[in-house]
């Protein structure tokens, strides 16, 4: 890893329209999405993260602290199509993805979409359904295509899942696969309110809620446009990309882990890193950003052993503990 001696190379360039728009997309859907999301700022910010990357969302959380609000927030604040699947035990998957029907009339046989062929799609209570409907999704995570009956078709642009399930309640419930976790880029936690943000819920829905009066602020046009620059003219520097193979690395060497990040990983905390730095007005990946986004890009990948387990070790202080033996780029390693 990098020694005292080296230091990463800034592009000398001052910052440049692309980011300036990028920036101001991604605010604009924040601002928007915070008149229904209070006093949630930094999930707020991940979440548009993930739509600015083109990644998956898993929000994990208790009930009623606005998980389904916020993937309807985002929906509506950049205009895409909005389905929402309600997974129970009962789902098929071809409740998912669509059926072919056979028309008598023209002697063929017909596809109706399923509910994933929209462009935010919410899977409500995954962890509801049965291993064969969750893996329903896979395709279209990674692929972002279905097969039905052996044709192929092509999801519309953008697509993203925002899959939200329940930690505490696990009764009639199936864990996601390794599989499954690895394609969400992020996992995020809303938490409960603090008593002033939790007043300023009451007041703003005692008439209404303020989903119902949502606009759009960004075309998704413009989405798609922010969604290339944000992987063409982002810098990232190659003292930046060891230092993420390195934090990968450790996870995959940690004592206390059965099995670590996978190189998927290593792109998403790349791709994320891109859409911070820009946010953030800068066109060049920092240090800080990689830390920033480690534990929600990577803690949902890892496999906790058994005897960790017992000692209550969780995943996110894995994260923080290679976060402080990784050397950082330019600093001289103890």
């Given amino acids: 890893m990098a020694g005292g001696n080296q230091a990463i190379r800034l592009p000398f360039l001052s910052e440049g329209v692309a980011v300036g728009f990028i920036s101001d997309v991604a605010q604009k ?25 083109q990644g998956h969302v898993l929000i994990e959380d208790v009930p009623g602290v606005g998980k389904t609000a916020l993937a309807k927030a985002l929906a509506r604040s950049v205009g895409c199509s909005f389905r929402r699947i309600q997974f129970t035990p009962d789902l098929l998957p071809s409740d998912v993805t669509g059926v ?16 994933v062929m929209a462009q935010i799609v919410l899977a409500d209570e995954i962890n509801r359904a049965t291993p064969k409907t ?26 993203l899942v ?23 880029l992020l996992r995020l936690s809303l938490g409960y309110p603090d008593a002033s943000d939790e007043m300023l819920i009451l007041g703003r829905q005692q008439i209404s809620h303020p989903l119902d009066m949502l606009q759009q602020v960004v075309q998704v046009d413009e989405l798609l446009e922010a969604q290339m620059a944000v992987r063409r003219d982002v810098y990232v520097d190659r003292l930046i990309r060891q230092y993420i193979v390195a934090i990968v690395g450790a ?45 929600p890009v990577l ?36």
Avoid at 135 to 153: P, Y
Avoid at 171 to 180: H, I, K, M, R, W
Avoid at 303 to 320: D, G, L, Q, T, Y
């Fill in 29 to 53: 859907i924040i601002d928007n999405v915070e008149t229904v999301i209070v006093g949630k700022h930094g999930v707020v910010e991940q979440a548009t993260l993930a739509l600015l990357c």
């Fill in 100 to 115: 072919s029907i056979y028309n008598q009339k023209t002697g063929e046989f017909e596809f109706r979409a399923g509910p």
């Fill in 134 to 159: 969750q893996s329903a999704l896979l395709e279209s995570m990674e692929e972002h295509q279905i097969t039905v009956d052996g044709v192929t078709h092509p999801l519309p642009i953008p697509f």
């Fill in 162 to 184: 925002m899959a939200t399930q329940n930690p505490i309640e696990y009764e009639g419930t199936f864990p996601l696969p390794e599989a499954q976790l690895d394609r969400f």
């Fill in 251 to 295: 996870t995959r060497q940690h004592p206390d882990v059965y099995l670590g990040a996978s190189p998927r990983g290593s792109l998403g905390l790349f791709r994320t890193a891109q859409a911070l730095a820009a946010l953030r007005g800068r066109d060049y990946v920092i240090p800080d950003d990689i830390k920033w986004l480690a534990e």
């Fill in 299 to 334: 803690a949902h990948r890892l496999i906790v052993n058994p005897a960790a387990r017992i000692k209550n070790v969780s995943a996110r202080e894995v994260i923080a503990e290679v976060l402080e033996t990784v050397p950082i780029p330019g600093a001289r390693s103890r």
